[in-house]
Nanobody
Framework: HVQLVESGGGLAQPGGSLRLSCAAS????????MGWYRQAPGKQRELVAH???????NYVDSVKGRFTISRDNTNNTVYLQMNSLIPEDTSVYYC????????????????WGQGTQVTVSS
C-alpha cells in the first residue's frame, strides 16, 4: 500500500508564493514519476507538473516560468514551488505518483493524495 501526504496549501495574495510538499510512503518502485494535478470547481482535473526519478520535468503552459517542481528521491518527496500566483491558480492540488512494472506482465500503478486547497485572493 502506498500513501501520499500533502502539505503547504493555503491562502496567498496575487503575486505571492506557496510551496507544496508531498511525502510518499510504502512499497514504491524506484523508477517512478511524481507530479501535481489540480482541479477547480466545475473543471476537469489537469496536470500541473511532473518529474521523473531521473529529474526530467514537464509543466502545463499556464504555469511555466512561475512554478518549479523538484523531488528528493531519498525521501520520496516531491515539491511544488509556486511563485507569482494568480487567482486562476485557485484549485485543489493533488499529489500523484505512478510507475510501470513490465515483468511478468505490464502493470501500471498509480496513487493519489487527498488534495490540498490553494486559494489566491486579495
Amino acid at each position: 500500500h502506498v500513501q501520499l501526504v500533502e502539505s503547504g496549501g493555503g491562502l496567498a495574495q496575487p503575486g505571492g508564493s506557496l510551496r507544496l510538499s508531498c511525502a510518499a510512503s510504502g512499497s514504491i518502485f524506484s523508477d517512478n514519476t511524481m507530479g501535481w494535478y489540480r482541479q477547480a470547481p466545475g473543471k476537469q482535473r489537469e496536470l500541473v507538473a511532473h518529474i521523473t526519478s531521473s529529474g526530467e520535468t514537464n509543466y502545463v503552459d499556464s504555469v511555466k516560468g512561475r512554478f518549479t517542481i523538484s523531488r528528493d528521491n531519498t525521501n520520496n518527496t516531491v515539491y511544488l514551488q509556486m511563485n507569482s500566483l494568480i487567482p486562476e491558480d485557485t484549485s485543489v492540488y493533488y499529489c500523484h505518483i505512478r510507475w510501470v512494472v513490465v515483468q511478468p506482465t505490464v502493470v501500471n500503478w498509480e496513487y493519489w493524495g487527498q488534495g490540498t486547497q490553494v486559494t489566491v485572493s486579495s
